[in-house]
């Protein structure tokens, strides 16, 4: 199940990012959803309207997932976003926690991506 869960939550970012929420949202996600991200309420509505509007606002939005790792029913993913092509970007590092092979709770935290780095192994 490992696997298919990977899979699972790349495809749900990916379809995120290119602003096919509800899709993405009607494919993967379970009754009873909740996630963490403190600037919304927990709700799958609310992080559905903000993922919208985020996209509105940045169509240009580009994902690349660097690393996924599954143990159990949870899966971790660290992605560089960049809002613009022209924009450095931040890490995005989530947490999917799944029941019955849909994601039913996320957490993210995010870290821009600095211009100099002081650390010389990059943060990828």
């Known amino acids: 199940m490992e696997a298919e869960n990977k899979a699972t939550v790349a495809s749900f970012l990916t379809l995120g990012a290119k602003g096919r929420t509800e899709e993405a949202f009607s494919k993967y996600v379970g009754a009873g959803f909740k996630h963490h991200n403190p600037f919304f309420a927990g709700s799958a509505d ?11 606002q940045n ?3 580009a ?3 660097k690393k996924v790792v ?3 029913n949870l899966v971790a993913v660290r992605s560089h976003v960049k809002m613009r092509p ?3 970007g931040n890490v995005i590092t989530h947490f999917f926690r ?3 092979g849909l994601i ?9 991506v600095p211009a100099k ?4 192994n990059g943060m990828f």
Do not use: T
Not at 104 to 112: G, H, L, N, R, Y
Not at 117 to 120: D, I, K, Q, R
């Open 59 to 61: 169509p240009n939005k």
């Open 104 to 112: 039913v709770e996320m957490w993210d935290s995010a870290q821009p």
């Open 98 to 100: 799944f029941e019955n």
């Open 117 to 120: 780095p002081l650390n010389e």
């Open 70 to 72: 599954a143990e159990g």
């Open 46 to 56: 609310a992080l559905k309207k903000a993922l919208r509007d985020n996209f509105d």
């Open 63 to 65: 994902l690349e997932i």
């Open 86 to 88: 022209d924009d450095l």
